[in-house]
């Protein structure tokens, strides 16, 4: 008799909640182990179950919701099941529901990476922007296409070198334009998100569609509370550093709602009055004008780094009932930058000699000299001068969900605007002034079952890109169609999708993905998954410019960055084809305990004409004694690329130290093969070499994540390691940032640094003074060799400080 006892020694209780924290009545519980137990939420979204201890999947079905199955890890006398369902018109690219057992681990299946950072983990770090909580996941890497300064662009590339593989979404909603295919990230702010979640790869279960391959960084914006919560918090650090914002979340009635209001200044690390050479590889001359010479003087300028960003959000929902809901969300984003500081960088490199072994040389304002120095001055400024760079963002969606016969409709309208205004020299196409502007209207309908789902659904999406140059706006409009499903059978689970697009632009597209996870006794999981997917064209890669006529001479257009020293600028290509890709993911989950797990992915992606930018020459040969005396840089399809690698996750939480750790890997292996001679990456540049890693993808990055609260005080800190080739173009680096600080009834007072310790710190980039890439060089005869080519030295901000009072209501 006492083993029967024993066998249903243990009550369990738990809740069903939304992520606003309202209850789910009649969702269906399932607990499978040697037997099978089944309970259902009451009106408050609690349940009861009497089972044995051990571990059990466990699957929660709710109509209207996303099912979940999890292992739940070890289950004894009173432990307590904590679900939130995310609803099927999730602002999530995945939807993925979080289950924990007594503030503990589970087991996931999720057949792709995905890795989400919390608001309370960027908070407690005392993080700013949300691009320094991206640096944690090692499949991430920050491409700085104009220089390592804050005022700079902040773009992601997942897995590769291209931005423009990867989707930037806010709520599902893309927001990728189509100037360069990415979204500047640097002004993000922390105060009007809830997380931000990176999915990896290729997922069978991706509501956005095919056009990826290197995966998604979806920004949660904050989401309405069932309680109402008021935040305000202010701040001030180094460099004239100030940051006010305001959080405002509830429920009034059945309208749920989240306010967000930031202001950020910052009077920057430089400011000061400088000479500054032209960037234009003409000799420094500041004679008479002459037959052979012409006036190439230095000139006196202003180099700032300031920065005046405000951001709002506005995300109201209301309840009809349990499962039918609509809501309207606005985002605006706007600041100004001075890049002056960024874009007027330090010959880093001597180019100049004048006389004797090794001397150097560099201009004197007070000479006046009338001889010609070669350019660029070796330890003086470069760059275009004064460069202010301003950017606005408005992002809106509404949508709705309501039961329909035996499943869920949901709608879908987004509408974005991304505008970048830009006066001085550029130096990338990141600042060429342009608005991109988006329509999406969305519609699907999807049943779950208690052990499966599927939806079905489209999109249809309008695109125009405007801007200096380009005669009227260039169009294009997008249909999309998906049929997706999961089904599970025991420990067995499959996941299938199959996604049609249409663009006008370049016709008709279509992809699948497969997904497959089973259960390796109680506490371990693999999962496995393949798919394709593409990279369209961008808007401003299929137009080309054309040629204007001054004062009776051919020039190229305006719209155009500047003439380089062999007198060539960029240029679209009509003719260009999207990307292709195969990928394959293995990944392997284990549970040690209830406070310790451990994710471990390997992965390849093979892509097909791969979109690489060709350079007439290869740096050779000069066009500007050639008729018309200009030529073009142009994308065009070329040979094939390798992703691959492995990255793994391990967390563990120590509750006798109160200390939460988290420890990340990647291996990330990028390089390119069957290419022609002289083509590089649009957005890392680099002379690609077949074969060989592409530059600024670094092999291997990591982190460490250390967390500790104990009696109102709280610590943090983050350490992050980048490897050889990363995208500074320095030696392996490790950034350390770190929070302490102390809450006090509803006042939480909080001392924040990043750079501790000044990784890669400096104001000024040193042009060719980075590390080396070992590219390809023209040689005679039309043949080449492989040489070390320069590179960049990129620098980040040093140490500061901030202080940060929160008050919590």
């Known amino acids: 008799m006492l083993p029967i006892l024993l066998a249903v020694c243990c009550l369990v209780g738990g809740s069903v909640r939304t992520p606003s924290g309202a209850p789910i009545a009649r969702a269906e519980i399932t607990l499978r182990g040697a037997q099978t137990f089944g309970a259902t939420t009451d009106d408050r979204g609690n349940f009861t179950v009497t089972i044995p201890r051990g571990r059990y999947d466990l699957t929660v079905a709710s109509r209207g919701y996303a099912t979940v199955t999890v292992n739940t890890g070890d289950v004894s006398e009173g432990s307590h099941i904590d679900v939130v369902l995310e609803p099927s018109d999730t602002p999530q690219l995945r939807t993925i529901g979080v289950v924990t057992v007594s503030g503990g681990y589970t087991l996931t299946r999720d057949v792709v990476p995905e890795v989400s950072v919390s608001r309370a983990q960027m908070d407690a770090l005392g993080y700013t922007q949300v691009s320094q909580a991206l640096q944690q996941v090692p499949s991430v890497v920050i491409q700085r296409p104009d220089a390592g300064a804050p005022t700079s662009p902040e773009v992601v590339s997942l ?16 927001l990728n334009d189509g100037n360069t295919g990415d979204m500047d990230l640097s002004q993000f702010a922390v105060p009007a998100f809830n ?70 200044q910052q009077a920057g690390q430089v400011n000061q009055y400088d000479w500054v050479v032209p960037a234009n590889n003409l000799p420094v001359y500041c004679g008479p004008q002459t037959p052979k010479k012409t006036p190439n003087c230095p000139f006196h300028a202003h180099l700032g780094s300031s920065i005046a960003a405000r951001l709002g959000l506005i995300n109201l929902d209301y309840n009809f009932s349990q499962g039918s809901d609509a809501g309207f969300r606005v985002f605006t984003l706007g600041n100004v930058r001075d890049e002056s500081g960024a874009l007027n960088g330090i010959a880093g490199n001597p180019t100049c000699v004048l006389s004797g072994p090794g001397a150097a040389c560099g201009f004197s304002p007070s000479s006046g000299s009338s001889n010609e120095i070669p350019n660029p001055v070796f330890g003086d400024h470069v760059g275009p001068g004064s460069a202010n760079f301003a950017q606005s963002v408005r992002a809106y969606q509404a949508y709705s969900r309501t039961p329909l016969g035996s499943g869920t409709l949901s709608a879908n309208f987004y509408a974005a605007d991304n505008n970048v205004d830009f006066s001085g020299g550029a130096v990338s196409p990141y600042d060429v002034a342009h608005r991109d502007t988006r329509y999406n209207e969305a519609l699907s309908w999807g049943r779950t079952f208690e052990e499966g789902e599927f939806v079905f659904g489209g999109y249809l999406r309008q695109e125009a890109l405007s801007g200096a140059g380009i005669t009227g706006p260039l169009n294009q409009s997008i249909q999309s169609y998906f049929l997706r499903g999961s089904q599970e059978v025991g420990t067995f689970r499959l996941s299938a999708g199959l996604y049609d697009a249409n663009y006008s632009t370049f016709g008709n597209t279509l992809n699948w993905r497969l997904g497959l996870s089973d259960d390796l006794g109680s506490s371990s999981d693999v999962h496995f998954s393949v798919g394709t997917g593409f990279r369209p064209p961008l808007l401003a890669e299929l137009y080309f410019f054309p040629p204007v006529v001054v004062n009776g001479k051919l020039q190229p257009n305006p719209g155009l960055p500047p003439l380089d020293a062999n007198c060539i600028t960029a240029n679209g290509n009509p003719l260009e084809r999207p990307e292709h890709a195969t990928e394959y993911e293995l990944g392997f989950s284990h549970l040690f305990s209830s406070r ?49 690698g492995a990255e793994a996750h391990y967390k563990e939480t120590f509750p006798r130290l109160n200390i939460t750790a988290t420890l990340a890997y990647g291996l990330n292996v990028a390089y390119p093969y069957a290419l022609g001679p002289f083509v590089s990456n649009p957005t890392s540049g680099g002379t690609l070499v077949d074969y060989q890693q592409f530059v600024g993808v670094p092999q291997q990055q990591g982190s460490v994540t250390l967390s500790w609260a104990k009696n109102g005080w709280h610590a943090a800190t983050a350490l992050t390691i980048a490897g050889r080739n990363n995208t500074l173009n320095q030696p392996p680096y490790t950034m350390v940032d770190g929070a302490a600080g102390w809450s006090y009834r509803h006042i939480d007072f909080t001392l924040a640094a990043t750079n501790i310790f000044n990784a890669v710190s400096g104001p000024f980039t040193l042009y060719a003074a980075g590390v080396p890439y070992r590219g390809l060089y023209p040689g005679p005869n039309n043949t080449t060799f492989l040489a070390n080519t320069p590179t960049d030295a990129l620098f980040v901000q040093p140490a500061a400080l901030k202080f940060i009072v929160t008050v919590h209501e």
């Not at 897995?159 to 893309?174: F, I, K, M, W």
């Not at 930018?613 to 066009?623: D, E, L, R, T």
Request: hydrophobic share 30%; with cysteine; proline share 6%.
């Open 159 to 174: 897995r590769g070198p291209d931005p423009s593989e990867a989707l930037v979404t806010l709520d599902g909603q893309l």
């Open 195 to 264: 997380s931000v979640n990176v999915t990896e790869g290729l997922g069978p279960m991706d509501s956005e569609g095919s056009n990826t391959f290197g995966g998604a960084v979806n920004f949660v914006s904050l989401r309405p509370t069932q309680t109402n919560h008021l935040n305000f918090s202010t701040s001030a650090g180094s460099y004239g550093t100030t940051q006010t914002w305001l959080n405002a979340t509830g429920t009034l009635g059945k309208l749920g709602y989240a306010l967000a209001a930031d202001n950020f």
């Open 596 to 644: 310790s797990t451990l994710d471990v992915s390997l992965y390849r992606s093979n892509l097909r004409d791969t979109i690489e930018n060709y350079y007439p020459g290869g740096g050779a040969k000069s066009f500007c004694s050639t008729p018309p005396g200009f030529a073009y840089e142009i994308p065009v399809n070329i040979g094939n690329a390798v992703y691959e």
